[in-house]
């Protein structure tokens, strides 16, 4: 069952704009994380926030975390071609199991 | 670096084939996972393992088994593949429950 929805499903954005995308889940989580997948390969690991955490950074990145809305943010500052990809969040709640939602697909235009 | 490897990029099988796909870390990591991914409906959990021979159903395990017979390794078999098991399918590992590790991916083609 997928826990996590992102919108947009679609963002089309310049090269140097910000990016943003979001989440929402419907039961209690222990943390959020958001993954990136470049076309036809594996999902690569890009922040986990825990539930008691309301914002993180990790370079271009940050993430906001509303636990009372169950909604999470990704923020992608000066957004360049290689952020191209689908952008995924994920909540591992009380089952022992991340679930994901059905992606943002992000196109970064030169 | 941490590296998780599946045993195919690209697999064709026709119907009713018996279909392993494999997937290896070394990682030492406890926690293994197959998922399944198709357009419009990200990834779906089929089956996952928390340590050396034990496995839970995930959310789609109907059609599939798997096997962890060793730490690094965790096999996905499709007894009887069908059309409708083509897709991506994507191993990853873990430690604990938090980031996940993913291999590069399986597209399996059931004609």
């Given amino acids: 069952s997928q826990q996590g929805e992102e919108d947009p499903q ?21 943390n959020l994380q958001w993954y990136r997948q470049n076309s036809g390969r594996g999902l690569v690991h890009l922040i986990l926030i825990r539930s008691n955490e309301r ?13 009372s809305k169950k909604s999470s943010s990704l923020l992608i500052t000066a957004s360049r071609a290689a952020d191209t990809a689908s952008y995924f969040c994920a909540t591992y709640g ?3 199991q991340l679930t994901f939602g059905s992606g943002t697909q992000l196109t970064v235009l030169p | ?12 099988k026709r119907t009713g084939e018996k279909v392993f796909l494999e997937c290896v870390q070394d990682m ?4 293994m996972f197959w998922y399944r991914q198709d357009p419009g409906l990200g990834l779906r959990l089929i089956y996952f393992s928390y ?24 096999s996905l078999i499709l007894e009887s593949a069908s059309t409708n098991q083509t897709s991506m399918y994507l191993c990853a590992s873990s430690s604990e429950w938090k980031t996940q590790y993913f291999g590069p991916g399986t597209r399996l083609l059931v004609l």
């Fill in chain 1, 55 to 67: 914002e993180k950074h990790s370079g271009r990145l940050r993430v906001t975390l509303d636990t």
């Fill in chain 2, 51 to 74: 340590d050396v021979k034990m496995k839970e159903k995930g959310d789609i395990p109907e059609g599939y088994s798997v096997s962890r017979e060793k730490k690094e390794r965790f």
């Fill in chain 2, 28 to 31: 030492d990591h406890e926690n």
């Fill in chain 1, 10 to 30: 679609a963002l089309s954005i310049q090269e140097g704009e910000n990016a943003t995308m979001n989440c929402s889940y419907k039961t209690s989580i222990n």
């Fill in chain 1, 94 to 96: 009380s089952a022992r």
């Fill in chain 2, 1 to 12: 670096d941490v590296k998780v490897t599946q045993s195919s990029r690209y697999l064709v």
